[in-house]
């Protein structure tokens, strides 16, 4: 019953507004941009949405979702394999593949849902996954409902790398697959793939990387962290969102080999039993990677507004952690402070 749960509930939430953590909702009232206006009429500069190339509300992302509602309708009300897949489907899942030079892509409803039903299907109790400990919550999710065999290693530390290959081939793994984010949606720091890639040539590894917070903006061509770090046709999986830089509404992917992704549409359980991905997101999609293989200039821009942030914040006195990823973190060491501060900017017009 109910009232036993309360109580329960009730002291956990206590606990976590004591401690200065508890997170409120603020709400928009406008499209998604570098400017937008709050619930209260305020209009403020907006530092802390995932819209990397200012795609979530470009007019042509916005008219390609209107044409798909019009040619292909709203919704699918159906999975994929019982009358869920259009032409537009297949259309993004080549656009993808080719974008990151991969061989095929299977779409999901979200990126969390890629990553969560990625390892299951394709590793057994004889098999092992070497994580980095700072991975995403939806791969340390996906990994539990998982059967290999599991190892961490120390965040971007070669060095604990290759010492957790040494223990996975020691204990028998069958296949082993050495998996990281491509940069850490916390810090911004930018896996290190070239050197992840050798160990894993080394110890007969596959590598899997997370593009979520990359694809499209990082790179010479926006390709992503395997571009960056020039390990192209290396990387054996990749993961990825459309819910970021790539237009900013939902969905995710996972491209990889062809028997990869072929193995996944038969047993990836969020594939199989999730919605399809609505019309207006694929085909708003399309467009989006259209735009992005025209020209880099979206890319360049941000690349440049980067530098100037991270070079100006400095000048000012701030403590930021050193990079080259658009994600800057300031760093005042205590998370109540944090929030008090964000709550002061947006008194100011800055929303953190």
Same mark, same amino acid.
């Given at each position: 019953?109910y009232?036993t749960l309360?109580p329960v509930?009730?002291k956990?939430?206590?606990?976590i507004?004591?401690a200065?953590?508890?997170k409120?909702?603020?709400i928009?009232?406008?499209p998604q941009?570098?400017e937008i206006k709050t619930?209260?009429?305020?209009?403020?500069?907006?530092?802390c949405?995932?819209?990397?190339?200012?795609?979530?509300?470009?007019?042509r992302v916005?008219?390609?979702?209107k044409?798909?509602i019009?040619?292909?309708g709203f919704?699918?009300?159906?999975v994929?394999?019982?009358?869920?897949t259009?032409?537009i489907?297949k259309e993004l899942e080549?656009k993808i593949?080719e974008f990151?030079g991969m061989?095929d892509t299977i779409?999901?409803?979200?990126a969390?849902?890629?990553?969560?039903g990625?390892?299951?299907?394709l590793?057994?109790?004889e098999?092992a996954?070497?994580?980095d400990?700072?991975n995403?919550a939806s =791969? !340390? #999710?996906?990994? $539990?409902?998982?059967?290999?065999?599991r190892?961490?290693?120390k965040?971007n530390?070669?060095e604990?790398l290759?010492?957790?290959?040494k223990?996975?081939?020691?204990a028998g793994?069958?296949?082993i697959?050495v998996?990281?984010?491509g940069a850490?949606?916390m810090?911004g720091t930018?896996?290190?793939?070239?050197?992840i890639?050798?160990?894993?040539?080394?110890y007969e590894?596959l590598?899997?990387?997370?593009?979520?917070?990359s694809?499209g903006?990082?790179?010479?061509?926006?390709r992503?962290?395997?571009e960056?770090?020039g390990v192209?046709?290396?990387?054996d999986i990749?993961?990825?969102?459309?819910g970021?830089?790539l237009g900013?509404a939902?969905?995710?992917?996972t491209?990889?080999k062809k028997? =990869? !992704? #072929?193995?996944? $549409?038969q047993?990836s359980?969020?594939y199989?039993?999730?919605?399809?991905?609505?019309?207006?997101?694929?085909?708003?999609s399309i467009?989006?990677?259209?735009?992005?293989?025209e020209?880099?200039d979206l890319r360049?821009?941000?690349?440049?507004?980067?530098?100037?942030?991270r070079?100006?914040m400095?000048k000012?006195?701030?403590?930021?952690k050193p990079g080259?990823?658009?994600i800057?973190?300031?760093?005042?060491?205590?998370a109540p402070?944090a929030?008090?501060?964000?709550e002061?900017?947006?008194?100011k017009?800055i929303?953190v």
């Amino acid at each position: 019953m109910y009232k036993t749960l309360q109580p329960v509930l009730e002291k956990e939430l206590a606990s976590i507004k004591d401690a200065g953590l508890f997170k409120k909702e603020r709400i928009i009232v406008t499209p998604q941009g570098a400017e937008i206006k709050t619930s209260d009429g305020k209009e403020v500069i907006n530092f802390c949405a995932n819209n990397y190339l200012g795609l979530s509300s470009h007019p042509r992302v916005i008219e390609a979702a209107k044409k798909a509602i019009d040619t292909h309708g709203f919704g699918m009300s159906s999975v994929r394999f019982i009358c869920g897949t259009q032409d537009i489907h297949k259309e993004l899942e080549k656009k993808i593949s080719e974008f990151l030079g991969m061989e095929d892509t299977i779409l999901y409803a979200a990126a969390f849902d890629a990553n969560g039903g990625v390892f299951e299907p394709l590793f057994g109790a004889e098999d092992a996954i070497i994580s980095d400990e700072l991975n995403h919550a939806s =791969i !340390i #999710d996906g990994v $539990r409902l998982c059967k290999a065999m599991r190892y961490r290693y120390k965040h971007n530390n070669m060095e604990d790398l290759e010492q957790q290959l040494k223990d996975a081939k020691a204990a028998g793994a069958k296949q082993i697959i050495v998996v990281t984010d491509g940069a850490f949606s916390m810090d911004g720091t930018i896996a290190q793939l070239d050197k992840i890639c050798d160990l894993a040539d080394k110890y007969e590894a596959l590598v899997m990387s997370d593009e979520c917070h990359s694809s499209g903006f990082i790179g010479k061509t926006g390709r992503g962290v395997h571009e960056y770090r020039g390990v192209m046709g290396r990387v054996d999986i990749i993961t990825g969102t459309l819910g970021k830089a790539l237009g900013g509404a939902s969905g995710g992917f996972t491209s990889g080999k062809k028997e =990869i !992704i #072929d193995l996944l $549409r038969q047993r990836s359980r969020p594939y199989l039993f999730s919605n399809t991905l609505a019309p207006s997101i694929t085909g708003a999609s399309i467009e989006v990677f259209n735009m992005l293989t025209e020209t880099t200039d979206l890319r360049d821009k941000l690349e440049k507004n980067t530098k100037y942030f991270r070079e100006e914040m400095t000048k000012a006195g701030f403590d930021i952690k050193p990079g080259e990823h658009p994600i800057v973190p300031i760093m005042l060491y205590e998370a109540p402070l944090a929030q008090k501060f964000a709550e002061q900017l947006l008194e100011k017009g800055i929303y953190v």
